[in-house]
């Protein structure tokens, strides 16, 4: 078992994503993220899926998604090769003053930034691998998560290429 | 650019496709459709139910190697014929199913007869197209017909809301068509194919699998070269039945759940197996881990996707089978001149063969199922074509009854759908007009599309129905009999009609077959007629299909006779 990505780019119009989701679920994929957006091509989108999964599933993935029709191409990333980054926002409890300075100090020491604060919340926005959200998860946790956001993996290889 | 109406503008490209027949049932919202057929040279084929109109274009599709058409209306009219797309994909047979759908303003408000057949066939058919403008058929059905036979075939839904069908616009008919993210793997792979050549040559017990894709690539003559060439026997999957001739020296059957003993046997004992266009299904191989640990599997598919989908493969050979096949003889030709025949494996298939055929044992009543198809076998010319109903009659028909001319065959063997094998030789006589067309069926199954007779006799398409009657679902019978203590639920169809008299109730022939000898007499007249003609076989009710291999367990686990 091994942590992958797979990126595709698929035609932009309406009913690809339901067609790839629709696959994942027709063939028991059980896939971690899914993010969707648009490219530097006006008639492509790229999805970028993750999965934790072994070598003949991955493959497997890669190949009925390239069957799909409005899969134009899918490409594996190696993630040493690869800039993935995920968007998380998380609204923290933050009542006291001494938990709103400590929310503050491991945002910063993330790269995070606080985008919104009330009375009793904080809300920080933080990009970054899905591993260092999840650290920075697991060290607020205790100050009560009122609602989390992540966005999925968006990744690119690193290089020249352009694919 | 010429004006024209959105309904026009599809019965013309389907025209430019060269469709000349369409199996199809209208209703409200496919209405504009049907009244340019009005005016059109197509022959329209009215079903009395949508699931056999997908089933005829199926039968069709597979004899032409070109997509059979069929035509619903929105909402349960679509619905019906989600069997029959189901049926299609799982055998990769060309498709093309055009439904009327409710006008574009009032989809997603559950209107009367509304439904999201696109949403419901995504993962049925190859693709589902719904054009949003009378500008887009010409485009849209253009690239149905490309994406549905070419490649790995498959259905294409083509849904179109009514106000698209009726608008006029200006209309323009593409010579072309490119899909961007489709390009099938045609051309062989000939990077592996110098390995293949290693292992088969160097292999002690070589064995070929064929399966469907000998029989969409029309790749006979290649595998029996082949065959004949290197001196391997030749297993088919079921879908693969036929792929070669099953008298041929080198045939041992089909293997499988219900497989030649013979076949399911030596296929294990192989130490080289060349798999052709086929899908190592559960219902082929058994148990995926199971199958194959000490051998080197080559696999010649032309979807990507099926290589290590349910089983690794030594050799991966993506591309067209006959192209593969061809490429794969030329290589081997420059290497050998002819295998010889007294191996020690040739030896032992020879032993196999003759114990298990020799095992074989005909039950003492007068009339039984394998007796019947021996029989049939003896009467109807090689070159007809044969379809099946689902269950017992099926499986028997695998067994008992031996394909001589390539590419006569067809079943429902992927998503094994009863009532297949009525519809589909309808489809299959349109085709075929020429030949003899026989449905080898179970009173279980031909119940499900029996009033399919009412196209056969009015739309002049005779075709044989070869019912084996056992008044009940046999196939589910002999499970409770084998795996449920004999705990007989729900299989009890004594009231099943009098199929003699339901066949001339519509107008076709009926003749009852208590005896061999009335048997004999019976396929003698039915192959007279110009009728469509039902043989009712009174078989009996415990009459099992063996060899057996238990769902979830692998071929050497198989049982041979009960």
Redesign the interface.
């Known amino acids: 078992m091994g942590w992958n990505i797979i990126s595709a780019l ?2 932009n119009k309406p ?1 690809v994503l ?2 790839v989701s ?2 994942f679920r ?1 063939r028991n994929f059980n896939i971690e993220s899914l993010s969707v957006g648009p490219t530097e091509d006006k008639d492509l989108s790229r999805i970028t899926v993750t999965i934790e999964s072994d070598e ?1 599933v991955t ?2 993935l890669v ?2 998604l ?8 899918v490409t594996r990333l190696a993630t040493d090769q690869t800039v993935y980054r995920e968007l998380a926002l998380i609204k923290l409890k933050a009542a006291d003053p001494t938990s709103r300075t400590e929310i503050v100090n491991l945002a910063n020491n993330f790269g995070g930034k606080v985008v919104d604060t009330s009375k009793g919340s904080i809300m920080v926005e933080i990009t970054d691998t899905p591993d260092k959200i999840d650290a920075f998860k697991g060290l607020v946790e205790h100050y009560g998560v009122i609602q989390l956001a992540r966005t999925g993996v968006s990744a690119l290889p690193r290089g020249a290429f352009n694919d | 650019m010429v004006e024209l109406s959105g309904s026009k503008a599809l019965m013309q490209a389907l025209e430019k496709e060269g469709v000349d027949i369409i199996f199809g049932m209208p209703g409200g919202a496919n209405l504009p459709m049907y009244d340019e057929l009005y005016s059109s040279n197509i022959r329209h084929i009215l079903v009395r139910h949508e699931q056999s109109a997908a089933h005829m274009a199926d039968g069709y599709g597979r004899i032409k190697r070109k997509p059979g058409v069929c035509f619903a209306t929105s909402g349960p009219g679509a619905t019906n014929l989600v069997t029959g797309i189901g049926t299609a994909y799982m055998d990769s047979a060309p498709v093309v199913a055009v439904t009327g759908q409710v006008p574009k303003a009032m989809i997603g408000r559950d209107a009367f007869q509304e439904c999201d057949i ?2 419901i066939c ?2 049925i058919t ?2 589902c197209f719904q054009p949003k403008s009378a500008t887009e058929i010409p485009e849209t059905i253009k690239k149905a017909f490309y ?1 549905a036979e070419s490649g790995r075939p498959g259905p294409v839904l083509v849904d179109i809301p009514k106000d698209v069908q009726q608008e006029v616009k200006d209309i323009s008919f593409p010579e072309f068509v490119k ?4 390009s099938p793997h045609v051309d062989p792979d000939i990077s592996k194919m110098g390995e293949a050549v290693e292992l088969l040559l160097n292999a002690e017990r070589p064995m070929i699998m064929a399966g469907g894709g000998v029989h969409i690539s029309s790749a006979f003559p290649e595998l029996q070269a082949l065959a004949e060439l290197l001196m391997i026997p030749v297993v088919t999957t079921f879908k693969g039945k036929g792929a070669f001739p099953e008298n041929h020296p080198l045939a041992l059957g089909p293997i499988g759940m219900h497989g030649h003993a013979e076949a399911n046997k030596l296929i294990i004992e192989s130490d080289v197996l060349l798999a052709i266009g086929a899908r190592f299904s559960d219902r082929s191989v058994g148990k995926f881990d199971e199958f194959g640990q000490r051998m080197k599997i080559i696999h010649i598919d032309i ?3 099926e ?3 349910n089983k ?1 493969v030594d050799v991966p050979l993506v591309g067209d089978v006959k192209a593969s096949l061809r490429a794969l003889i030329k290589m081997l030709m420059m290497r050998i001149a002819k295998k010889e025949q007294e191996t020690a494996w040739f030896k032992h298939i020879k032993e196999v063969r003759e114990y298990y055929q020799s095992s074989i044992k005909d039950a003492s009543r007068d009339i039984t199922a394998r007796k019947s198809l021996k029989k049939l076998r003896e009467l109807l010319p090689a070159e007809s074509i044969v379809t099946t109903e689902v269950g017992q009659c099926q499986m028997w028909a695998s067994l008992h009854f031996d394909i001589i001319q390539p590419g006569t065959f067809f079943s429902s063997t992927g998503l094994g759908t009863m009532g297949f094998g009525f519809p589909a030789s309808i489809g299959a006589k349109a085709a075929r007009p020429d030949v003899h067309v026989v449905d080898i069926a179970g009173d279980g199954s031909f119940n499900m599309t029996e009033n399919s007779l009412a196209v056969s006799v009015q739309d002049n398409l005779p075709v044989i129905v070869f019912l084996m009657n056992n008044y009940s679902l046999g196939m589910v019978a002999q499970w409770q009999r084998l795996f449920y203590n004999r705990r007989y639920m729900g299989i009890d169809l004594k009231a099943t009609p009098d199929f003699v008299k339901l066949a001339e109730a519509y107008g076709a022939q009926g003749i009852r077959a208590q005896s061999m000898d009335e048997l004999d007499k019976a396929i003698k007249v039915a192959l007279k007629s110009d009728v469509a003609t039902v043989i009712d076989i009174l078989i009996d009710p415990e009459e099992d299909v063996y060899p057996f291999v238990a769902p979830g367990t692998g071929l050497k686990d198989m049982i041979v006779a009960g």
């Open positions: 698929v035609e009913g339901f067609r629709n696959m027709a003949n493959e497997q190949k009925q390239r069957k799909l029709i409005d899969v134009v191409e | 696109v949403g995504a993962s190859k693709y994406l899909i961007r993210g489709y979807d990507p996707a290589i290590g989908k690794s």
